[in-house]
């Protein structure tokens, strides 16, 4: 008699393909519907109060797409009216994630309500972007210490040893001109944790300047110290402090808001150091802004400015930390 001898391998593979077989036989039985149930969304899920249990995932998809078309909405830009002087806000526009919303309703359990997954979408312009901010509205003790950045570059270092040992952070308004000549030190603000922003690629009287001679000013910085620090500025600080709403609009256009001060410490005349502190503290608030350049008085008096600060309970931040603290004021 012929024995065949089947391997315990030869077995198994033939045992997983009945398996198979037989898999596949209830699956030609099961009833579309019942199918659906299975590889579509669960019974009783509803979207956005629409019931959508046992759609298949391409099917959901274009009850999604017909969704967003009622939902989206493109933001608005704030406007400036010159003829009446009055600044209507910017309005937020609403974008639908198709693929999250897509996922979510696919993995809801049975019965479950899902709403559509919406993101806002930020205008290019807002009310704040088209006046000049010269503090922020808010409650918290914090103020910003900015440094406007044309020349002084043998006080800097110090400047930053002194930020450094209180901990705090700063903006630093820096001209293209500067930072052609000191690129290392731009970068060295930048790995120090500060904020950099635009000054200006030279120091004009912007009031004698065209919206193209403006624009360029502006956007010929941003090109360079991207270039040196791959940020890109969002805060304007005009040369001179010279400010008119044709400015703000102009920057404001570039994506820019323009920052002016609430307290100037006038330290550009190199006063005593404990002037500069004075001038600096003398009307301290929440959401002050304090003007200031980096001058030999200045580098001296600002540790103990700082330490001041510190005692009193104020912390000082950037100006767009102090900016999402509050609502800003524009004179």
């Known amino acids: 008699m012929l024995v065949v001898r089947v391997s315990s391998k030869t077995v198994a593979l033939l045992a997983a393909a009945a398996c198979l077989v037989a898999a596949a036989a209830v699956v030609a039985v099961v009833s579309p519907s019942s199918r659906r149930m299975v590889l579509g969304v669960r019974s009783g899920v ?84 088209l006046r000049p901010v010269y503090g922020v509205n808010t409650s918290k003790q914090l103020v910003s210490l900015v440094f406007n950045v044309a020349w002084g570059e043998e006080f800097l270092p110090d400047v930053l040893a002194a930020l450094r040992d209180a901990g705090a952070r700063c903006t630093f308004f820096i001209t293209g001109t500067w930072a052609k000549q000191f690129p290392n030190m731009v970068s060295a603000i930048k790995e120090e944790g500060h904020e950099i922003a635009n000054h200006g690629m030279s120091h004009p009287h912007p009031k004698e300047l065209p919206d193209s001679e403006l624009e360029k000013l502006i956007t010929d910085n941003e090109a360079l110290l991207r270039q040196i620090t791959g940020v890109r500025t969002v805060l304007f600080a005009p040369p001179y402090g010279e400010v008119d709403q044709r400015i703000t609009g102009v920057a404001a256009r570039l994506g820019y808001t323009t920052v002016m001060w609430t307290v100037d410490t006038i330290d550009w005349q190199r006063p005593a150091p404990d002037v500069v502190t004075q001038r600096a503290l003398a009307r301290l608030a929440p959401g002050n802004i304090v003007l200031m350049h980096p001058t030999d008085p200045t580098a001296r008096a600002l540790g103990g400015i700082l330490a001041q600060l510190k005692q009193k309970g104020y912390s000082a931040v950037t100006v767009s930390e102090l900016l999402k603290a509050g609502s800003a004021r524009h004179g």
Do not use: F
């Not at 919303?101 to 930020?122: H, I, K, N």
């Open 46 to 129: 509803t979207l956005a109060g629409q019931n959508v249990g046992g759609l298949y995932a391409d099917e959901l998809r274009r009850v999604v797409l017909t969704i967003s078309e009622m939902l989206e909405r493109n933001p608005q830009d704030a406007i400036y009216h010159s003829e009446t002087g009055e600044v209507v806000s910017e309005r937020l526009g609403v974008s639908l994630d198709v693929d999250a919303t897509v996922d979510a309703v696919m993995a809801a359990s049975r019965g479950a309500a899902v709403e559509p997954s919406l993101r806002a979408v930020p205008p290019s312009i807002t009310a704040t972007m």
